[in-house]
T-cell receptor, first 117, second 114 residues
Framework: DQQVKQNSPSLSVQEGRISILNCDYTNSMFDYFLWYKKYPAEGPTFLISISSIKDKNEDGRFTVFLNKSAKHLSLHIVPSQPGDSAVYFCAASAGSAGGTSYGKLTFGQGTILTVHP | ETGVTQTPRHLVMGMTNKKSLKCEQHLGHNAMYWYKQSAKKPLELMFVYSLEERVENNSVPSRFSPECPNSSHLFLHLHTLQPEDSALYLC?????????????FGPGTRLTVL
């Protein structure tokens, strides 16, 4: 049972345009969501996160939107740059409900983003 | 994030070998994690240590043995592995001081079992 799903294995975007990466989840106990970016032969790099008390969080070119009723989140990258080409993972945590001091993350399968010059 | 280091970066071993993966975090975090990433699969959590105590073991075979001697170091001892254990092994750490808790990853060790 995959609780976090990224249904698009890949996305191709022109430089300067918007990239929209999507993620769906099924566990209503999830209350903290993160996006990670991964280049080949490197570990995932934390990009941006959002708590369930918010519906939007912005950091520079990156904005994450959360729709709790639809159990859906998305990552917008504007404008997209060739250096953004990587695998993007969304992850979710039931932090508050988990009753632990550490964050147990559930990851999606990842979406390969390619930004063409 | 360069606060989590892993060695070696690449490892090739036979099924009868014994080897260890090392992870070190320089972030002052309380929690450390081992993940396995196989091709075309989501990251799989293997073990969690919180304040040097193992708090999660996600049904990992006993041929993988973790060790956390202090809050900055984490090891994964490997013995009699199988070819299907070939994967990228990632270490992560997090503040571990309650929700929300963000994990930061090391570069990984690419393991090949012959």
């Amino acid at each position: 049972d995959q609780q976090v799903k990224q249904n698009s294995p890949s996305l191709s975007v022109q430089e300067g345009r918007i990239s929209i990466l999507n993620c769906d989840y099924t566990n209503s106990m999830f209350d903290y969501f993160l996006w990670y970016k991964k280049y080949p032969a490197e570990g995932p790099t934390f990009l941006i996160s959002i708590s369930s008390i918010k519906d939007k969080n912005e950091d520079g070119r990156f904005t994450v939107f959360l729709n709790k009723s639809a159990k859906h989140l998305s990552l917008h990258i504007v404008p997209s740059q060739p250096g953004d080409s990587a695998v993007y993972f969304c992850a979710a945590s039931a932090g508050s409900a988990g009753g632990t001091s550490y964050g147990k993350l559930t990851f999606g399968q990842g979406t390969i983003l390619t930004v063409h010059p | 994030e360069t606060g989590v280091t892993q060695t070696p970066r690449h490892l090739v071993m036979g099924m009868t070998n014994k080897k260890s993966l090392k992870c070190e975090q320089h972030l002052g975090h309380n929690a450390m994690y081992w993940y396995k990433q196989s091709a075309k699969k989501p990251l799989e959590l293997m073990f969690v240590y919180s304040l040097e105590e193992r708090v999660e073991n996600n049904s990992v075979p006993s041929r993988f043995s973790p060790e956390c001697p202090n809050s900055s170091h984490l090891f994964l001892h490997l013995h009699t592995l199988q070819p299907e254990d070939s994967a990228l092994y990632l270490c992560a750490s997090s503040p571990g001081q309650g929700a929300p808790d963000t994990q930061y990853f090391g570069p990984g060790t690419r393991l090949t079992v012959l």
